[in-house]
């Protein structure tokens, strides 16, 4: 993963700095902010446990490639946040009120993944004189950086690498060579955050992001 990561990052980079390449487009800067939630499902047993979303920092680069009239490719790499918050619960059992259960409510602990994210993605557009809306829609691999949490109960294994979905709208301002856009975006996962039973938790993420693109214009 050492050796992966720093090779990803220069062939983009690489990539994108190439402007005056004959099927580059334009190269940008996105930033923002994640809304992140996860659904914690422990198995056999049917449960679910209640979690709420976590707000964190979204940022990247991105090239657009290969315009067409309606249609082009975008290449996204971000550093994202992701987790939740959960509520862990514990039971005792009053056997001085026949057998009574009790359900003892704890404080919410907050628990974040940061990820590096790749996410290839086809473009389709509509232009409309100085303003493009757009759709964005494609796979998307996110390779772990930091897991950080303030449970008791630390995860002790987390996926190093999960491939998902991405798909998103956006609303881009031309202004000469320069675009200035508002765009979201909905990311979930095709594998758990964990890589066996018994709990299973997996990932889903809104990120809300403005950016600038420079087109190029040859």
Known sequence: MKRVLPAIIFVFLITTLAVEGQFVEGVGLKAGISLANQSYQITPIDYTLKTEPV????????????RGRHFSFQTDLAFVAKGSKTNTQSVTVNHLENDRIIVN????????????????????????????????????????????????YPLEEQRKVIPGLTGGVGVEFNLNELGIFIEFQYQTDAMPVTGKDPLLINNNIFLFTVGIKYLNGD
């Open 55 to 66: 707000i964190g920092p979204a940022a990247g680069i991105f090239m657009e490639a290969f």
């Open 105 to 152: 409510e704890g404080d919410l602990k907050v628990s974040k993944f940061y990820y590096l994210c790749l996410s290839p993605m086809a473009r389709y557009r509509i232009d409309l004189d100085r303003i493009t809306p757009y759709a964005l829609l494609g796979p998307r691999v996110d390779f772990l950086l930091k897991y950080k949490t303030d449970s008791d």
